[in-house]
């Protein structure tokens, strides 16, 4: 193990944000704010993943409005023993972008893997979803990776040879444009090519009807636009910037022309921010762009699949269609 590696209980955490932080800092901090200078501004979606940003994703899950876990659990619940036997037992579980480990949790016991491994930017859940899941599953080995898989999915050291049954659901691979997500699903089918018996279980959420779209991110509670705003709060912490959480309001919608949902934050009166001590002025209705939800017809992503090296595809659908839930082998 390196030096920002470490054991907890029966748990191991690959600290990869500790390495990076240290070697990488000023670039980091140096996109975060060419980002928000920009005209429009922007920022990564990785910035939402806080703890208290983690909380209200869960919440986010539970509401009326949000489908997409709803029918992606409903399918995993359906279709269980048929994608259990498509993917077979006794291999590496790999969870990218694992968050609370819960939708794993589902999988475990059908696919008795060798080891269980969580990858996520966010280290606290991680490490609380793992000790839970240690408690649960004794003799499955578990390893937390914390890394930013938005630049490299850098998972060599962390991987064996044997198989491996990569888990990405929740459609956050819609996070990525679709040229980034072929690229990020190029590196999955590599890892997946050099272990003869490995393959990729993804979600993918279906473009449909705007105003199902529009509810599921900007729901009646808020709590999206909560998810959304606190992502000031981050910022303010890593930059140590100026922004007030009430001169922003949450604007979520369905771009049915690029094909994605699209998360702004729109200044609701002129302001200006400090961003590193030089003022950064935002005129009244100016947005942040925060996030993008990119929708694909299972026709699209299957293709999104074959170009990035998979071959081998299987899907499982929810009535609509949807939600589909993939197999994919090279
Ligand atoms: C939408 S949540 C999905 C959580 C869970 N897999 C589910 O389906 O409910 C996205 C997860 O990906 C993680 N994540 C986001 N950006 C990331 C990045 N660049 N690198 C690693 N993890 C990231 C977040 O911390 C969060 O746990």
Redesign the pocket.
């Known amino acids: 193990m390196g030096a920002s590696d470490h054991l907890q209980g029966s748990i191991q955490i690959l600290d990869r944000l500790g390495t990076r932080r240290a070697q990488d800092e000023a670039a980091e901090r140096a996109a975060l704010l060419a980002g928000l200078r920009n005209t429009p501004a922007s920022l990564?979606?990785?910035y939402?993943?806080d703890e208290l940003?983690?909380a209200l994703?869960g919440a986010i899950?539970r509401l009326p409005e949000y489908y997409p876990?709803r029918t992606?659990i409903a399918l995993f619940q359906q279709y269980r023993a048929e994608i259990a036997q498509a993917i077979g037992s006794g291999k590496q579980f790999v969870?990218?972008?694992?968050?609370?480990?819960?939708?794993?949790e589902s999988w475990l016991p059908f696919l008795a893997p060798s080891r269980y491994v969580a990858?996520?930017?966010?280290g606290p859940?991680?490490t609380r979803a793992l000790t839970r899941m240690a408690q649960e599953f004794p003799g499955v080995p578990m390893l937390g990776v914390l890394?930013?898989?938005?630049?490299t999915l850098d998972l060599d050291e962390a991987l064996t040879k044997e198989p491996v049954t990569f888990f990405?659901?929740?459609?956050?691979i819609g996070?990525f444009t679709p040229d980034e997500a072929c690229a990020f699903l190029r590196q999955v089918q590599a890892l997946c090519a050099v272990r003869p018996g490995s393959g990729l279980l993804i979600?993918v959420d279906s473009k449909k009807d705007k105003a199902r779209l529009d509810a599921a991110y900007d729901d009646a509670l808020g709590v999206t636009a909560a998810f959304n705003l606190n992502v000031l709060l981050h910022v303010n912490r890593v930059l140590g910037s100026d922004f007030d959480v009430r001169g922003f309001r949450h604007r979520g919608f369905y771009n049915a022309e690029a094909g994605r949902v699209e998360m702004h934050l729109e200044a609701t009166r002129a302001q200006s921010v400090c961003l590193d001590g030089v003022a950064r002025p935002f005129a009244a209705g100016e947005r942040i762009h925060t996030e993008n939800s990119y929708k694909y017809l299972a026709e699209e992503f299957a293709s999104l699949l074959c170009s990035a090296g998979f071959a081998d595809l299987s899907h499982w659908q929810a009535p609509g269609p949807d939600y589909t839930v993939f197999y994919a082998r090279p």
């Open positions: 990564s979606p990785k939402f993943y940003g983690c994703y899950c876990t992606e969870d990218l972008g694992a968050g609370d480990c819960c939708k794993a990858v996520d930017i966010a859940e991680i890394t930013d898989f938005s630049r990405y659901p929740g459609s956050s996070n979600g």
